[in-house]
């Protein structure tokens, strides 16, 4: 008998809808995987789309309190980089958004 491998199960409930996460399953290899997952996930027409994906293949973000945030610092979006850019204007005798 072949080793099983485990497979992660992500279904779209309606067009525009969120993807969530269905279950998981064991399979010998995706096609199966697949087959298995129409079986178990869409007897009731629960979904309309599936995504059969290697639990291997799922990558986790940090837990255990670690706050996430983005990759790299972006205070320009925040309404204090707005403020310390004008700030700038008028030190450096600039007028706000300045000729072109």
């Known amino acids: 008998m072949a080793d099983l491998e485990v497979f992660e199960v992500f279904g779209l409930t309606k067009p ?29 027409s629960e979904y309309i789309e599936l995504w059969v994906v290697p639990r291997l293949s799922v990558h986790v973000a940090p837990r255990a309190g670690e706050v996430l945030g983005p990759a790299q610092p972006r205070s320009y979006r925040l309404g204090s980089g707005y403020r310390s850019t004008v700030e700038k204007w008028k030190q450096f005798g600039g007028e706000q958004g300045g000729d072109r």
């Open 16 to 44: 525009g809808a969120a993807v969530c996460h269905a279950g998981s399953l064991q399979a010998a290899d995706p096609e199966l995987a697949m087959v298995l997952a129409r079986e178990l996930f869409c007897r009731r």
